[in-house]
């Protein structure tokens, strides 16, 4: 049971990124969390941590034994729940990153259903649009939009995003509705401030092929809320997700334009690193909010 507590404390510093909050998590001192850890790293006769004042890092060695532990600890937290009320409760501690805007309409209302359902399970939810490490930063899994970087990282694909171009009806009244590409240099656009969007412009496709329009206009913002808003509003064009305007466009809120010239929907995805079995709390967590996410019309209410 010594060995295993080491093994435990060990994971929750790695993921922690101290002593002290893998302290406090357990309501112990952090001179036990350092006792283990130095009982550890005395047992296996290697450093596992390079620790300063400041910052506790994983050494080569530590980095290498982490992901043994994860799959030792995941193998001890599924057989606990195989056992337990025919497999389906889960428990334990689940946390989720998803991109902010996204994750206040489309992830948060699926953790609070989950938790309802799973009174078992507590749930962090980071919402950032930074891309999180999983792994050194004790992450479950994560919500991401659009195409992935090639990595370690199982993908588990959750719907489709679909950006449209829209207007208040009041803005195409009062301005016209453009029916070419070209015509969107003669309207406002409300586009991403520069900081927020290097690519800077909207993304179309054209005679087969992908175009990236550079727009202009009188108002940018490095908020897409504030843009929905804005175009809410009346004061321009906007290239927004269909996550974020389906139900405005079904209201009649907005109205889209150029649809002939739609671009691919890109791929709204789950990741999680490479296990042999995932935690139930996971896997429940996960199956829920692709169930949700498949619902017919679900996008066009949420």
Not at 29 to 48: C, M, N, Q, T, Y
Not at 62 to 69: N, T
Not at 264 to 281: E, K, S, T, W, Y
Request: proline content about 4%; hydrophobic content about 45%; some cysteine.
């Amino acid at each position: 049971m010594d060995r295993f507590k080491q093994i435990e404390t060990f994971a929750t510093v790695a993921a922690r990124g101290s002593l002290s909050a893998a302290a406090q998590l357990e309501g112990v001192a952090p001179a036990i969390i350092g006792r283990r850890i130095d009982a550890l790293e005395e047992r296996l006769g290697v450093k596992l941590f390079v620790r300063t004042t400041r910052r506790i890092t994983l050494t080569f060695e530590g980095s290498a034994f982490l992901e043994d532990c994860q799959r030792i600890l995941n193998d001890m937290h599924n057989a606990e729940a195989s056992v337990s009320a025919g497999g389906v409760k889960a428990s334990g501690h689940l946390r989720v990153s998803a991109p902010a805007g996204f994750g206040r309409l489309h992830v948060a209302p699926r953790v609070a259903a989950f938790t309802a359902a799973h009174p078992d399970v507590t749930v962090t939810l980071d919402l950032s649009d930074r891309l999180v490490d999983l792994v050194n930063e004790g992450f479950d899994c994560a919500v991401r939009l659009g195409e992935l970087p090639d990595s370690s990282l199982v993908s588990l694909r959750l719907g489709e995003n679909r950006r449209v171009c829209v207007a208040a009806p009041r803005y195409l009244m009062q301005r016209g509705t453009p029916r070419t590409l070209a015509e969107l240099a003669h309207h406002n656009c409300l586009a991403l401030a520069a900081s927020a969007n290097p690519q800077r412009g909207w993304v179309f496709e054209q005679d087969g092929k992908i175009v990236t329009i550079k727009v202009s206009g009188t108002m940018e913002c490095s908020d897409g809320a504030v843009l929905h808003e804005w175009c809410l509003a009346g004061y321009g064009l906007a290239w927004r997700s269909w996550w974020e305007v389906g139900a405005d466009i079904v209201a009649g809120r907005l109205a889209t334009v150029l649809d002939a010239f739609a671009a691919p929907p890109i791929g709204i995805h789950a990741v999680f690193a490479q296990r042999r079995h995932l935690p139930l709390r996971v896997r429940l967590f996960l199956d829920s909010i692709k169930e949700t996410y498949a619902e017919p019309g679900y996008w066009d209410r949420a």
